[in-house]
């Protein structure tokens, strides 16, 4: 059984950083797309941001320049480098692993990120 294990998170002063991980366990095959979404409270599920196979990214617009998404194919894994985080980026961050054709779909069990002073 895949699981997906976030880490990385905590609470963070506005302006600060946070580096989110998220590794697997058991025994995976090659996945396309790697991501990060957030939820938080009252509101749904938004992605941040995604990284394909070969590299290429996309952000949403709130955390365009701020954030870097980066995955490591040998160790399967994906790194989420927030920057200048701000109080509206507090959520809990899901990572999601998607094999071509949106088959696999695994999502990690969340990690919790709240930027406050």
């Known amino acids: 059984q895949v699981q997906l294990v976030e880490s990385g998170g905590g609470l963070v002063q506005p302006g600060g950083s946070l580096r989110l991980s998220c590794g697997a366990s058991g025994r995976i095959g090659s996945i396309y797309i790697m991501g990060w979404y957030r939820q938080a409270p009252g509101s749904q599920r938004d992605l941040v941001a995604q990284?394909?196979?070969?590299?290429?990214?996309n952000y949403a617009d709130s955390v365009k320049g701020r954030f870097t998404i980066s995955r490591d194919n040998a160790k399967n894994t994906v790194y989420l480098q927030m920057n200048s985080l701000k109080p509206e980026d507090t959520a809990v961050y899901y990572c999601r692993w998607r094999g071509l054709g949106g088959r696999p779909d695994y999502w990690g069990q969340g990690t919790q990120v709240t930027v406050s002073s």
């Open positions: 990284v394909l196979l070969r590299g290429s990214s």
